[in-house]
């Protein structure tokens, strides 16, 4: 059993973060490597990358959105409670290199998976900049730690509740247009990773991002997680989670994450009805 | 003798009717009784050299322990049977006897064969439903630890086998719960769940400890694993990488590998959805894409799923396919269709992504190949589309690279399968033994556990004698 020892409740209640004790996991992780979890007997496997692993006290902490069944329940774990199984660190890790000038771009939970990305290239001594988004000020999350972790921080909100009033795309250009960026980190929503892509690919700047398609098993057994990329079909779990932007098929991996969409619903609001009338 | 065969027919196996079970995930057939199998092993001629047991891999003493139930000794029956085979009740369940003891049994030769399997089933049943679990006597602790890399057929026989040694056994296995493809791949109706628990639970009775959620080649390594003073290594990881067809629109929403549709189905027990949190996709129309075990497992399960029709796409002839006949004979007596000599060319799609049918060509069996077989050769212009929402790609399993790959000092074959030694499992890797379908490809249960068993000897020499 993995037990939670911290929990912080941020954006309004819709984003959790857990730090868990799993030493083993701990002890290897490196950033952009993730770990599958799952609460309950007939619980379903669900991937996170990991936002923090802390070697030392033998934790690993993830941040997610509650967004179905799954994450509900993840929800309701308390201190003290455990997660069934956690299976990891799976996954390749981010490839760090110093190259000088480099952008990360975050937008919602991928602002979680960005954080020890951004820290370790800050580390190996590239200039980083940073352009986090949400869309609007109380759904911004780390915001302070991002500031650490890089040079400079640019923060954006769709409704011009904080920061730039706009889409975390905007700003990116415009750092762009200053020249010399060697590379560019985007981790969000898929349409998100999509349109930085698509604008970098203009400015000949490589791009990586992470994909987080339906997973299963995590250790390419499955193929459930095959993703398009230069035109060849790639299993995200084992030959990512991170790829080429400029090569990715993103309209293929919209249609497949949502596969399970009406079920999905269904499934929750079965769980919310009966939850609340309890 | 012939007289005598026809005067003296096999003893049936009930089973569930195929209109009811085609809907339901209990297993199909439901066992002898004791009056049947007493009358099933009646028809065993004791032969004084058995054939049967030179067909069965791991020769199984089949004339002894059928002499046994004849006397009506159920209980020395299987402790006869356990001295060759630690799963009896899984192989008289999931054995293709029909081309091992059975295959070779005299009295097919005029009539039906013994019904081997059934009585192997039937000990086993009997000693777990019946039997004190008595635990049979141990060897003294000899201090040496060993890690067993994945809990399938061979990881379990290695475990069992060692532990009665005296070694300290643990198992690592990837997923959260042991068993491999016992319990993620072959399905309920054909392997019940509980039987495997049962199996690992006497294992863990024996002292052997296990660790799931442990991916080795991730989590811990195979150095990492003698640094923490492991003395010696079985890697039993099986053969799991899905293979597809690589066609055009293999991506599309409703195209499964058969190993992701069993796993969400067995293991996740998706069937139960939303009852469990994991869902799977409910096909009308399911086209299944080969015609191995795998094929027919996922085409029966799709059936239980509630499908309208389920059909079998295959590009050879009947003759030609690998599964067992008995699985074959059930899944057509529930219904499942036979599309045989016809080749999937492309999948076809809806704007949303979605699987809408594909295009197929019908063909005909031309010169033989390399293999002997017939090759089938496409036929021109007889192309046509089959409508359907969900198709299972079950067209076989590579070697999953995942713990080889971080594992440069065990050497592989061209395919990517482990090499080893012949007759003692060992592996190019001092200390390290592999065995099952990571060596052999994608074979049967009762091979992978041959293999385990004569790895696990050959590591008890290593331990008592050295390398
Ligand atoms: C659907 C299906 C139906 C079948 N039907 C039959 C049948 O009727 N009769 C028959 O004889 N055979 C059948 N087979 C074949 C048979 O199941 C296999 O040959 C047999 O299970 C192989 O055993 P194994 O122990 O080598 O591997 P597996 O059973 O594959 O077990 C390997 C285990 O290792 C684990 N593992 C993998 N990688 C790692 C890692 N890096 N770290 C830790 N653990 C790891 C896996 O999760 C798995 O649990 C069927 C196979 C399938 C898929
Ligand atoms: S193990 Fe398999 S082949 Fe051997 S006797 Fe039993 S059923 Fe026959
Ligand atoms: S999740 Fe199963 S292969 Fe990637």
Redesign the interface.
């Given at each position: 059993m993995f037990k939670i020892v911290r929990r912080e409740e941020m954006a309004e209640g819709t984003v959790i973060l857990n730090e868990i004790e799993a030493p083993?996991?701990a002890k290897?992780a490196l950033p952009g490597q993730f770990v599958i979890l799952?609460a309950?007997e007939?619980?379903?496997?669900i991937p996170l990358t990991m936002a923090y692993t802390d070697k030392d006290n033998g934790t690993i902490t993830i941040i997610y959105m509650v967004v179905g069944?799954?994450t509900e329940?993840f929800k309701e774990l308390q201190v003290g409670d455990s997660f069934?199984?956690?299976?990891?660190?799976?996954g390749k890790a981010t490839h760090l290199e110093k190259l000088g000038k480099v952008i990360c771009v975050g937008g919602g939970t991928g602002v979680a998976v960005l954080h020890p990305i951004t820290r370790a290239m800050k580390e190996i001594g590239n200039d980083v900049t940073c352009i986090i988004g949400a869309r609007t000020k109380d759904l911004l999350i780390l915001e302070e730690q991002m500031t650490e972790a890089s040079h400079d921080l640019r923060v954006c909100t769709d409704d011009g509740s904080y920061g730039h009033h706009g889409f975390v795309t905007d700003v990116m250009k415009e750092v762009l247009e200053q020249g010399d960026v060697k590379q560019v980190v985007a981790i969000g929503p898929v349409p998100m990773m999509k349109a930085v892509s698509n604008i970098t690919k203009e400015f000949n700047v490589p791009t990586l991002v992470s994909l987080n398609p339906i997973m299963?098993?995590g250790?390419?057994?499955?193929?459930?997680c095959?993703?398009?990329v230069a035109g060849e079909?790639k299993f995200a779990c084992?030959d990512g989670p991170e790829f080429d932007g400029h090569q990715v098929d993103y309209?293929?991996l919209m249609?497949?994450l949502?596969?399970?969409l009406e079920?999905?619903k269904?499934?929750h609001n079965?769980y919310c009805t009966i939850r609340d009338a309890q | 003798m012939a007289e005598k065969a026809k005067k003296n027919p096999r003893v049936a196996m009930p089973e569930q009717d195929p209109q009811v079970r085609a809907r339901n995930f209990l297993e199909v057939p439901t066992g002898y009784t004791p009056k049947m199998a007493q009358e099933e092993a009646a028809r065993c001629l004791q032969c004084k050299k058995p054939a049967c047991v030179a067909g069965c891999p791991v020769e199984v003493d089949i004339p002894g322990f059928i002499d046994l139930i004849s006397q009506g000794d159920i209980t020395a029956a299987i402790r006869n049977l356990w001295t060759k085979n630690a799963l009896p009740a899984v192989c008289g369940r999931v054995c293709p006897q029909e081309i091992q003891c059975e295959g070779k049994c005299i009295v097919g030769k005029k009539g039906e064969p013994v019904a081997i399997g059934n009585l192997e089933r039937f000990c086993a049943d009997y000693e777990r439903e019946n039997g004190t679990g008595e635990l049979p006597p141990k060897a003294e602790a000899t201090g040496k630890k060993v890690a067993v890399v994945g809990s399938g057929p061979s990881g379990l026989t290695v475990a069992g086998d060692l532990i009665l040694k005296g070694h300290d056994v643990t198992i690592l296995e990837?997923?959260?719960k042991p068993g491999g493809v016992l319990v993620y791949g072959i399905p309920e109706f054909r392997l019940p769940k509980d039987i495997v628990a049962q199996e690992v639970n006497f294992l863990e009775r024996l002292g052997v400890k296990l660790e799931?959620?442990?991916?080795v080649g991730?989590?811990?390594s195979l150095d990492e694993l003698f640094e923490e003073g492991y003395d010696a290594i079985y890697v039993g990881v099986g053969a799991?990488?899905?293979r597809?067809m690589n066609l055009p629109g293999?991506?599309l929403?409703?195209i499964?590998?058969a190993?992701?549709y069993l796993?969400?189905a067995n293991l996740?027990?998706a069937y139960?959805?939303?009852?469990?949190?994991?869902?799977i996709?409910m096909g009308k129309n399911v086209v299944v894409l080969g015609a191995g075990n795998v094929a027919m497992d996922a085409a029966r399960t799709a059936m239980r799923l509630g499908a309208e029709n389920v059909r079998v796409v295959y590009r050879r002839s009947r003759e030609e396919m690998p599964a067992r006949q008995a699985e074959i004979h059930h899944a057509e007596e529930e219904g499942i269709e036979m599309y045989l000599l016809t080749n999937p060319t492309q999948y076809l799609g809806n704007e949303?992504?979605?699987l809408t049918g594909m295009e197929c060509l019908k063909m005909e069996l031309g010169e033989p190949d390399d293999s002997g077989r017939r090759r089938p050769v496409p036929i021109e212009g007889s192309e046509f589309h089959l409508e359907c929402d969900l198709c299972i790609v079950a067209v076989g399993s590579g070697a999953?690279?995942?713990l080889t790959s971080e594992t440069p000092d065990m050497k592989l074959n061209q395919w990517g399968y482990v090499m080893t030694e012949e007759h003692s499992g060992k592996t190019t890797k001092k200390g390290v033994w592999a065995g099952g379908d990571i060596v052999t490809g994608a074979a049967t249960v009762i091979l992978a556990m041959g293999a385990g068993r004569e790895a696990a000897n050959s590591i008890h020499d290593y331990l008592t004698l050295g390398w």
């Open positions: 083993a996991i290897k799952k309950g007939d619980g379903e496997r069944k799954s329940l069934t199984d956690v299976i990891g660190p799976l299963v098993d250790t390419g057994m499955c193929g459930g095959r993703v398009s079909t084992v309209d293929e249609l497949r949502q596969a399970y079920d999905e269904k499934c079965d | 990837a997923f959260h799931c959620n442990a991916v991730r989590t811990v799991g990488l899905p597809f293999e991506n929403v409703g499964l590998s190993n992701e796993t969400r996740m027990k139960k959805f939303p009852e469990v949190d994991t869902p996709p949303k992504g979605r999953n690279p995942l």
